[in-house]
């Protein structure tokens, strides 16, 4: 496992959150896939009528996808230290959620405008979290691209007065080039993975706990061994202190009556008759 440090915090990378994100950002793919082609479909007989009730399924659908993908996020990374963007984001799409369900009462314009308001909160910590990931993951400069494009959606979505039709069909678009950053992303982070350099043959495979930084691996190594062979020695001189005191005060009090004894055999040593 790798410490990596970031912007202000330090984010532990291991092989496991690594791959966990690719599946993460692959999954996502896949799903805006099914979500994009339900909606065109949708968007095209709009056209002739009400999109009915699936539009608004489909529409609650997404930001709930994006709190379900949060939370795997959010296991597969459990040693970050900070984990306030993620849990802005799910607030942020439980509100979503709820809002354009309530929103779908009134009309589809109202629910895209909601949806659009959740794109420019989603998309803006996104970008957030991929500047403070640019260190630990690589090819986070897409998803940086990503959220800007999710916020500049939104804003066209805000307000939205068009046909019900035309808003699907925004939409739609909107998922497909969502869901084209984090293909690139996660075919980014698979050649990345590719290119790593194996260890050797015969070589000790590190243990889960074992961390090292990214720039020098023997000082860290040298710290470790400093650590535990200091930790442990100052429990001891703990421990021995009162017995260490104790001979101390001994030595002490033996070697005041050795001079006091010598100052006596002094004064009373046998002179020779002369």
Excluded at 184 to 193: C, D, E, K, N
Excluded at 227 to 241: E, N
Aim: net charge positive; charged share 15%; aromatic share 6%.
């Amino acid at each position: 496992m790798k410490r990596r440090q970031g912007l202000a915090t330090a984010d532990y990378v291991t092989d496991s959150w690594v791959r966990s994100t690719r599946v993460l950002y692959l999954l996502r793919v896949g799903f805006s896939v099914v979500w994009v082609a339900l909606v065109s479909v949708l968007a095209s007989s709009a056209a002739s009528g009400a999109p009915g009730a699936l539009a608004g399924i489909l529409l609650v659908c997404y930001p709930v996808s994006d709190v379900v993908a949060t939370v795997y996020d959010l296991r597969a990374n459990h040693m970050a230290r900070a984990r306030w963007p993620q849990q802005l984001n799910l607030v942020a799409g439980v509100a979503a959620a709820g809002g354009i369900l309530v929103t779908l009462l009134a009309s589809l314009a109202a629910a895209i405008t909601v949806f659009g308001i959740w794109a420019i909160v989603s998309g803006t910590i996104m970008a957030v979290l991929a500047v403070r990931r640019r260190r630990a993951l690589s090819g986070q400069w897409l998803m940086i691209i990503s959220g800007a494009g999710s916020i500049f959606a939104g804003i066209t979505f805000v307000g939205w007065t068009g046909a019900s039709g035309t808003g699907l069909a925004v939409l739609a678009q909107y998922s497909a080039g969502g869901a084209l950053w984090y293909l690139l992303a996660g075919l980014w982070l698979l050649r990345s993975a590719r290119h790593q350099p194996q260890p050797a043959a015969g070589s000790r495979c590190p243990a889960a706990d074992d961390w090292r930084p990214a720039g020098d691996a023997s000082s860290e190594r040298t710290t470790r061994m400093a650590i535990r062979l200091v930790v442990p020695g100052q429990a001891l001189g703990r421990v021995l202190a009162p017995a260490r005191d104790r001979a101390s005060r001994t030595s002490e009090s033996g070697c005041a009556h050795g001079r006091i004894l010598a100052h006596r055999g002094s004064g009373s040593r046998c002179r020779r008759p002369e």
